[in-house]
């Protein structure tokens, strides 16, 4: 019967050049959806315990969504997945692009590599035919270079997932790329492709994706297009950024309601944002640090959004999405264009490094896309050497006689190339800021600010407490695509699913009860990582469901094409199954769930003395222990109960001795 999914895995033993189909079977689907339920469904039991995630043993999976090929809109993400040599723990990475339907077109939910083959290779999916093709010409090539190559010789209809030099190198800030420059950035999965001599995955296939009810999907998608047409004149990016200033002056805040987003999206993309974060106290500034006092309206010019979008020369939309919030720009210099950069790349590599030079944003952007690293972390780690060059912890002749002042701009696009290739000082910093700190000694500790090994994103949790609450107790520490006390408000879940607290758009309340920790903030807090699991499972764009749930139907989409007739509160279980099963993979690999605390820097602890945070601080054990709690976890250690897994028909071992995993 026609459910939108596969029904399929491929298997692929690196090691012995072997494959092997399995198939799904429909509760399994049912239990755990398709993309990252799936993959941690298959991942819990496969992946040892205290796996080296270099190792043989550690499994590489490449998962599509449920949704994805079935006439959703949004549904164009893909997930890699597998152990994570960043922070030890469950480690996936999302990314749009075209690649997602390619991996069901060749007849499968997901492919997954095991092992660790003796010379550089690719995997070829070709109209029903799999082979591992040697990669020796294309190692040492960039990601889009190794695009470029792999589709001059299968054509146009081949979609690729590449890394570059950094992964080669098992960076373990490294991610996987496709369409030329679209990353699935985190977790350091990019390194463990390389580990594996993995060049590259070229899909080409023609099979069909059928859902149970096409008509009843189309009417749906109609329905939420009108919804992302709907567009209001916004006026100047200026006119955002001062809206950034009021926000941070008034002792209130609003619910707001995605709509709102989404405007600022189709008319700039994520970058829309750029003046606004810093001005309102959710981007961090300086190596969290700093405030809107060292990065005012005046210095972020910079990453003005229109400024920007005057570089653009075409929009970009990922697949099967009507939205398209990306660009490519046009650039002068060694490269010629690029993808616009994003909102995190353009903070991280510009406000976090205090840079002020527009040029060097694009620059640096394509430079970490074509090496395959992720922005995030990159820029993280750079502004972490900058204050360690600051403090005298790094001298110049540690950097290489790199001159590592805060905003020196030359200096960070000759140390971001130094850390792709692992040159000199890049190579002590190509892991991230955690394992540099280590490397370099002296106090450099003092300087990181991460949870779990991984660079927080630049949304500030001494802006919006939520953020430091996933950033801390998410089984892939430090994300910021889970959820938020924003997120919680636009993704509207109250108004499908019984007994979540209501937000009503546009409701005015304290800027002070944002940082009690409350039974209500801990409910929405593991609602978004619920609701989230099941977006991830669909293949959906977290994006499109900011216009929340009655705008994009994610639970009547899924309904529609599985003829499941689930109720939305019948999702959100699948969500904590799938979250109690990461968490457990944790527990099976040693991770201590407390251990992915975020640094104190970006939690208030102490509090700045300046700025749109100022005095403000996350009461965040308090927080963690009540997010624990609504799951049915140890409220103290993190870790699922006997009870919370027999309840979700999980099955695992238990340590010897304890109720919990």
Known sequence: MNRGYMGKVLMVDLSRGQFKEETVPDEVYEKYLSGLGLAAYLLYDRIPEAADPLGPDNILGFVSGLLTGTGSLFAGRWMVVGKSPLTGSWGDANCGGSFS???????????????????????????????LKDASSLWGKDAIETEEMLQEEYGPSARTAVIGPAGERLSLISGICNDKGRIAARSGLGAVM??????????????????????????????????????????????????????????????????????????????????????????????WRGSSADWPLRKSRSADPDKINKSEFIKYHCYSCPLGCGGKCSMTGKYTETHKPEYESVLALGGLCLNEDTDSLF?????????????????????????????????????????????????????????????????????????????????????????????????????????????????????????AQLYYEMYQLWKKVPGLPKKWPFQIYHKNRKYVASEEHAKEAAACSKYMNIINGAGLCMFGTFLGVTRTPTFDWLNAVTGWNKKPEEYMVIGERIQTLKQAFNIKQGIDPQANKLSGRALGAPPQAAGANKGRSVPIEKMMGDYWSQFGWDPSTGKPTKASLSRLGIETKCVEGSDAV
């Not at 007849?107 to 092992?115: A, E, H, L, R, V």
């Not at 020196?408 to 000082?425: D, Q, W």
């Open 363 to 483: 620059l640096l952007n394509e430079m970490l896309n074509r090496g395959g690293m992720d922005t995030i972390s990159a820029g993280a780690t750079v502004a972490f050497a900058m204050e360690c060059y600051e403090k005298g912890i790094i001298t110049r002749e540690d950097a290489d006689g790199l001159d590592l002042r805060w905003g020196n701009s030359s200096a960070m696009i000759s140390l971001v190339h130094k850390m792709i290739n692992r040159e000199g000082i890049g190579d002590i910093l190509a892991d991230g800021s955690k394992l540099a700190a280590e490397r370099i000694g002296r106090g450099a500790h003092q300087c990181t600010v991460h949870a779990g090994g991984q660079e927080p994103a630049m949304h500030d949790s001494r802006q919006d407490p939520g953020f430091g609450v996933h950033y801390s107790v998410e089984p892939t520490p430090g994300r910021h695509t889970i959820g």
């Open 194 to 287: 390389g580990s594996k001599k993995l060049k590259a995955v070229v899909l080409d296939g023609n099979r069909r994706i059928l859902p149970y009810d096409r008509d009843a999907v189309h009417k749906l998608s109609r329905k939420c297009n009108k919804w992302v047409r709907f567009q209001l004149p916004l006026g100047p990016s200026i006119v955002v950024g001062l809206l950034g200033t009021l926000l941070r002056i008034l002792p209130t805040a609003m619910a707001q309601d995605g709509l709102i987003y989404k405007m600022i999206l189709r008319q700039w993309g994520t970058g829309g944002l750029n003046q606004m974060s810093p001005e309102w106290g959710d981007s961090p500034i300086k190596n």
């Open 101 to 131: 339907p390619a991996i069901k077109r060749c007849g499968y939910d997901g492919i997954f590599f095991t092992g660790i083959s003796d010379k550089p290779v690719y995997l070829l999916v070709k109209r029903g035919r799999v082979e």
